[in-house]
């Protein structure tokens, strides 16, 4: 048997909590955990480029199989050598497999056993999409991690929706396995189970039988509170294989982002950073700053002192309230440059006191600076 | 007397033609001519930051008196330390008067000799501005240049309307002259004279007597075939004093710049690069490229081939394509980026060639080379 493509090397777990720091290896290179994935839906993290990306200290991109296929198209992209190739990226790639879009983008899906028939939301021609087909779309893009073609539920969800889907995600998770045959990618099965602790520990043990080389939680941040998300984490991570890499699907505020790596998860991904700065609201360690807002006008500090961002320094917020209101993409672009090194600075934070077992009181000052009064509705949660 | 803010270094004419090279020197830095300056027209390069500013080779970039009055407000960007630092732009800035923005964009117009009383574009109240209103918010947002409030005419114009506008800018520049104080910045006239030979050459002396340190030449580039306006330059420029720096004012298209050059311009400015960038069209020796097209799907070359701009080093015409299809900000940056490097060549060749006496032959290349076809329609030379 040949070496994975991609192996997991857990590091350190925190003395005081199930915190884990650890090294992903891929063949793009290595990535330390727990990390935040930005979400490059199009084949590129909107407003960014590849070089700021390094510069903001990403290590690894998200990109999305149901956007890509639809537009470009995957043989396109396998012709410019993969996605890597494609957007310029050197560093890992994971591809969302198109599960989650095609349930909440697509419009009028017939589900069957064998797959998903929908109308897509750029034509609104007829596609299929089948787990079959989701692994051959993804092997043509090239990632470097894929994700298994899943059926996912909404929130609320009743008990026999819930298990039917869940149930249908396992036998599809085995029929990825089969079809996925590229060597240098490593295909990850997703845990689902909605929002059923009894559910939720079922689907983690039946993954994690398939033997995987990693694992997403899916399913989770569709709107429901932020409790039940937490509580359906703690009954599932226990079940998880402890040298395997667990991935939360579409979660990155930054309260949700300790909460789950409290619970012992490994990678991230949203689109909540590079959204919510194209609307002029940027995070920083005392919470959110609408930098839109007039309060702003004569502000003439950085978006968060302290902040080592390109945008933090060198401009202001009266200048980049000026751009957002001018409507000008450099404003978008300077929020978005933010965000992102936010959420990688609290995220590289979080690995450091992991390292040296005080992630207990990281998140405990993460809490008594952040002002989380209105911070985050449920829509902006959702990828 | 003290020195003035800004001097020009008359370097070499180019012993074949008119062509200048000079050295603009001014408070923030020297500008070598010929210069094309990008338009920051609220303060920013559309879509660029100024580090990318500095990386595509700029020297000086313009900014508008009109837009940056109505938003953010000349009194803000004095408070932020004026224009430089309000963008955060360490080298030499040139603002607009308005002027030509008055006559273009703003509605309702009342022209008195006083000055214009205007509704503007962004909310109808109704403004007024005039050669001191012009000059005070000018001094306020401190740019190293600054222009002189003059009146345009259209193409066609009748002789009168022509004559009226000329000889009411002359006595506006005779005005902004008395109202300007700042001792650390220059005043630049504007040469008027809408499309009449006479006008030109009159405006041109009138102004010449008024010993400004630097001239515009405006009311071209208006919607008059290129014929006309390279006439009218033909015409004005011997009455140009030679050691003044000479600005055509919005003319930006590459073949307009060699001709402008030819006949002895050393400085331009037009929204062109970074308009067209914007809608999937570049500039490349060949001519002009619209990456938008069909036929560059996949095209997995550079932008131009040889290019070294950012875009081109790292990205492919599909790729480009593709972003700018998918709406990403990100296409319209790279091409912005690779347009505004192209303009920068084309200028630094130019100058090149004149220090070495191949000027005529420079423009000749560049000729032979640059499909003209449909290459630029008068709407997109407009500034």
Chains 1, 2 share one sequence.
């Not at 599809?172 to 045959?181: D, E």
Request: aromatic share 8%; proline share 4%.
């Amino acid at each position: 048997m040949t070496k994975p493509a991609v192996t997991f090397e857990l590091v350190h777990t925190c003395a005081a909590s199930g915190a884990r720091a650890g090294i992903l290896h891929t063949p793009h290179g290595d990535v330390p955990t727990p990390v935040y994935m930005p979400v490059g839906t199009q084949a590129v993290v909107k407003a960014m480029t590849s070089r700021e990306m390094k510069e903001i200290g990403a290590r690894i991109v998200l990109a999305n199989t149901y956007h890509l296929n639809l537009r470009p198209g995957a043989d396109l992209i396998a012709k410019a050598g993969g996605l890597h190739g494609f957007m310029a990226w050197d560093r890992p790639i994971l591809t969302d497999s198109g599960g989650f879009q095609v349930f909440s983008l697509a419009g009028l899906r017939k589900i069957t056993e064998e797959g998903v028939r929908f109308r897509n939301h750029l034509d609104g021609s007829e596609l299929f999409m089948s787990p079959e087909v989701a692994v051959a779309i993804q092997e043509k893009l090239g990632a470097d991690i894929i994700m298994a073609f899943d059926v996912c539920s909404a929130f609320p969800c009743d008990e026999k929706t819930a298990r039917d889907a869940m149930e249908r995600t396992h036998r599809w998770a085995q029929r990825c396995k089969a079809a996925h045959k590229r060597p240098d990618q490593a295909l990850f099965g997703i845990v689902q189970g909605a929002f059923s602790r009894e559910l939720r520990i079922q689907s983690a043990k039946v993954l994690r039988d398939m033997d995987f080389p990693g694992y997403g939680i899916g399913g989770l941040s569709v709107g429901e509170p932020k409790d039940i998300m937490y509580e359906m984490l703690d009954a599932l991570m226990p079940e998880m294989p402890a040298h395997k890499p667990r991935y939360l699907m579409g979660v990155g505020t930054p309260d949700c982002l300790l909460e789950g790596v409290l619970r012992g998860v490994d990678m991230f991904d949203c689109v909540l950073a590079t959204r919510i700065a194209r609307n002029g609201t940027v995070l920083t360690g005392e919470g959110r700053l609408v930098v839109r807002n007039a309060s702003y006008k004569e502000d003439f500090r950085p978006l968060e002192e302290g902040c080592d961002c390109e945008a933090c320094q060198h401009y202001s917020r009266a200048y980049i309230r000026h751009l957002l209101k001018a409507g000008e993409i450099t404003g978008a672009r300077l929020c978005s440059i933010h965000n992102l090194r936010y959420l990688e600075r609290l995220m590289q934070g979080a690995r450091q006191a992991i390292l040296e077992d005080r992630f207990a009181d990281y998140r405990a000052d993460f809490y008594r600076r952040f002002d989380m009064r209105g911070a985050f509705n449920r829509g902006m949660e959702t990828a």
